[in-house]
């Protein structure tokens, strides 16, 4: 095995620009049901065939067996070194991406398509390498499980008892050119496991007890059969223009812990009946989960419907099933998918669950209820969030308009007024702290502090809490729940008012942008309107890059940064945004290509969507993360921004030839 030199950044990008781009590789996988059926074996037989036809093959990396039958093919081919990796005091070895893409052959062998790249690596998982490999247009041989495919993981767990945690996307394996099933019959894997060929010892009798008993291996081969027929039969019909346009399949996300399930469930619905893909996300009055558990599942659950081909939308609403029924209605939704509803009863008993109010409200869609062994859920309380919004303004306003209200009443009490005045006067009391405040507890508070100071003040006896007449207890009850009640309504109109207020400005933002857009000249100048209309609707900081004379990138916005935005500006930062000029890919933070960096960093594509012209990097590392409708806005502001710019750059040759 000869020793390579690991290439620098700037050698590679070199090197990559220097050679013929002969397109998009071709992609193999040798698709299982299990474990020691034979997939490496066949992928190595394959790559000898292919050297013997004059292919350049090497391997990349192949996962390192016990196997003597496996390892002997491995003896007449080419095997880059791996790269080698320190995670919590031991080495790994890992597939060395930069490497292959220097040695660049023909045809390269990756092996197990859903691993977890170590910490530190370019891609968090292995299938986003086989991807930039496949963009430079090498073509990639690959294993994978059926228990890996990432819709299918509910049902293979459901069999097995099996939860497996490295997970490939569809997407990934259905843009597979080739697929080779390798299968043979579950009882000769017993038997190779029994004999040693697969396992050894004590984790073959464990194997066979657990995982690979006959029923299983039936289960699985006879799921991957059918997930490979599915596969070409929906590459049959993509072929020949097919599509399913009366169906529409939509489901909802939350942060419940079975909603992974509801979404696999709804991506295998879609994919049946061939038809659109939508996740909605209902964002009520009590704000969205930015952080914690919740915010971490929700997060997760968001990405899991984009791996899974889904469009995400973003509805505003304390209703959820009204907001499910009318985005149904306008988007001609025809099917949804929803988790059965096990939250625990309110303190007045059981109300009715979302099925139901949705089934009255949309009587005309398709339900599908999704069953989950999952114990009863209800969202953690975000007190330090949204419940309990401390602040000195507020306390010093409620407290004002409390005093104010006592003063009030006890001039009318004086005056020989009912005291049924005292109480109106409370009652607007607590609405006006409502408006006045953020959140609802000033409210709350206010509502038990006007019920005491009734009773203290205007009840006889006076000046204690002791009352002689028994119409009182029931007046101050009635008083207390019309308090609450008058709280929490007009907490809720001022978050709607305010959710409104925040669409309407969104709205504002993107039209307005159209128009700057339609009247700006030059690149630079349609770059720095874009640049600014999205600090304006993120309100974080934004940049654009654009290509030099040089061939480089830079900042395109000549103004001199603040001290607080030049972190964003360093060698690193500008590395992960000329790996996205050159993969047409994002990558950065939040994803899983080059997470570590500090900002996330997308491509900005012309008309036809192929080349970069640009690539705007959002500020993402330790600010709140960006929302699904704030993804949606991003990706339509650059599309339209890509737009402006061809046209942008048609005007400067213009200038150009006529100077």
């Known amino acids: 095995m000869k020793e390579m030199r690991r290439p620098t950044p700037e050698e590679l990008l070199s090197q990559l620009k220097s050679q013929p781009d002969k397109g998009e590789g071709t992609l193999k996988i040798f698709f299982g049901y299990a474990a020691g059926v034979g997939k490496t074996y066949a992928m190595l037989e394959a790559a000898h065939r292919a050297k013997k036809q004059g292919v350049d093959v090497v391997v990349g990396y192949v996962e390192p067996h016990t196997r003597p039958e496996t390892m002997k093919l491995l003896a007449d081919l080419e095997v880059l070194p791996t790269r080698s990796v320190e995670y919590k005091g031991m080495k790994l070895s890992e597939f060395d991406l930069d490497g292959a893409l220097a040695r660049r052959p023909q045809l390269i062998l990756v092996d197990e398509l859903a691993h977890t790249n170590a910490a530190g690596s370019r891609h968090v998982k292995r299938y986003q390498d086989i991807k930039e490999l496949l963009r430079y247009g090498i073509d990639v041989y690959t294993t994978v499980n059926v228990q890996h495919i990432e819709s299918l993981n509910d049902i293979v767990a459901s069999i097995t008892g099996v939860t497996v945690a490295e997970r490939v996307p569809d997407d990934v394996f259905d843009r597979a050119e080739l697929i080779e099933v390798i299968d043979i019959e579950p009882d000769d894997l017993i038997e190779r496991i029994e004999s040693g060929k697969v396992y050894k010892n004590e984790r073959a009798k464990k194997a066979l007890g657990s995982f690979f008993t006959k029923k299983n291996l039936g289960a699985l081969r006879e799921i991957a059969l059918r997930r490979t027929a599915d596969k070409q039969n929906r590459a049959a019909l993509a072929e020949g223009g097919a599509v399913n346009a009366g169906e529409h399949v939509i489901t909802c996300i939350s942060a419940a812990p079975s909603n992974a399930k509801v979404i696999r469930t709804a991506a295998r619905l879609a994919e049946a009946f061939h038809s659109r893909f939508t996740a909605l996300y209902v964002e009520t009055g009590g704000g969205r989960h930015g952080g914690g558990d919740n915010g971490r599942c929700l997060q997760m659950n968001i990405k899991l419907a984009e791996d899974l081909g889904a469009q ?348």
């Open 312 to 659: 995400i939308v973003t509805a505003y609403g304390d209703d959820i099933s009204e907001q499910i029924a009318q985005y149904a209605k306008q988007s001609g939704a025809t099917k949804v998918v929803l988790g059965r509803t096990n939250h625990k009863n309110g303190l007045f008993g059981r109300k009715k669950s979302l099925i139901d109010r949705l089934t009255e409200t949309a009587p005309e869609l398709d339900v599908y209820i999704i069953p989950d062994r999952q114990p009863p859920y209800r969202a953690k309380k975000r007190y330090g969030a949204v419940g309990v919004n401390l602040s000195w303004r507020d306390t010093a306003r409620a407290a004002l308009i409390f005093a104010a209200a006592t003063l009030l009443s006890l001039a009318f009490f004086r005056a020989g007024f009912q005291n049924i005045n005292t109480i109106s006067f409370y009652m607007l009391a607590v609405l006006f702290t409502s408006i006045w405040t953020h959140g609802h507890i000033y409210g709350v508070a206010l509502s038990f502090a006007s019920v005491a100071a009734f009773n203290f003040l205007f009840i006889e006896p006076l000046y204690s809490f002791t009352m002689y007449d028994p119409a009182y207890p029931a007046i101050l009850a009635v008083m207390l729940c019309a308090s609450l009640l008058t709280s929490s309504l007009t907490s809720r109109i001022k978050r709607q008012a305010e959710l409104a207020s925040g669409n309407a400005y969104m709205t504002e933002v993107l039209l307005e942008t159209s128009q700057l857009l339609n009247k700006s000249e030059g690149f630079a100048a349609t770059a720095e309107v874009t640049e600014r209309q999205l600090r304006k609707l993120l309100d974080r900081p934004v940049f654009i890059y654009g290509e030099t004379p040089q061939g480089t990138l830079a900042l395109i916005s000549p103004a001199e940064l603040p001290d607080t935005e030049k972190i964003y500006q360093s060698e690193e930062e500008m590395g992960v945004a000329e790996w996205v000029r050159t993969n047409n890919h994002r990558a950065g933070a939040t994803t899983d290509t080059l997470p570590g960096a500090k900002c996330l960093y997308m491509a900005v594509r012309g008309d036809g969507g192929g080349s970069v012209l640009a690539v705007a990097a959002v500020a993402a590392r330790s600010l709140p993360p960006l929302s699904a409708l704030e993804k949606n806005l991003i990706r339509a502001m650059l599309d339209e921004c890509g737009v402006a710019l061809e046209k942008a750059m048609l005007y400067d040759r213009w200038v150009s030839k006529k100077a």
